[in-house]
């Protein structure tokens, strides 16, 4: 699967996400071009502050691997990674990070930090930014919309 069909998989757990009233952020994890994991936000339904649809698919990607090191994983997210996530993905070693909106109040992959690009650190991943953007970034619009 290329980067767009994998996003709309990222995309379809980020409605189910909202449609369970979390904020509409989806996330898979592919390995050697096999989907590993898909799991959207569930904050709010787990009480769980780390509970980001990042730190959760990487979590269910390491336990399908059996390795907590995901160096030939892509992450593929819809909403830009905020710092706790780009540290998640730092600290399994992903390989590579797609996401779709940028996120410019909180995101650690280019827009505010670039945690994924600092080669003061030990890891680096390579970063795609702006994969079906529109669509992502609408997602969270339309949430957003009915809450205000």
């Known amino acids: 699967m290329d980067d767009d ?3 709309g998989l990222a995309l379809d757990e980020a409605r189910a996400a909202g449609a369970a ?3 509409p952020v989806g996330a898979v994890v592919v390995v050697d071009g096999a ?14 502050p780390t509970a980001h649809a990042e730190v959760l698919a990487l979590r269910d990607a390491a336990a399908a691997v059996g390795d907590r090191r995901l160096r030939q994983a892509t992450l593929v997210v819809t909403l830009e990674p905020c710092p706790m996530c780009a ?14 909106a940028d996120d410019p109040r909180a995101g ?3 827009s505010l930090y670039n945690v994924a690009v600092d080669v003061r650190l030990n890891h680096t991943s ?3 930014a702006g ?3 529109p669509e992502c970034a609408a997602e969270l619009t339309a949430f ?3 809450r205000r």
Do not use: K, P
């Open 108 to 110: 650690a992959t280019g």
């Open 126 to 128: 390579a970063v795609t």
């Open 35 to 48: 989907v590993v994991a898909r799991r959207g936000n569930e904050r709010e339904r787990s009480g769980d």
């Open 87 to 100: 540290g998640a993905a730092w600290a399994a070693q992903v390989g590579r990070i797609v996401f779709g």
């Open 5 to 7: 069909a994998l996003m």
């Open 144 to 146: 957003f919309a009915t």
């Open 131 to 133: 994969v079906r953007a």
């Open 21 to 23: 009233g979390e904020v």
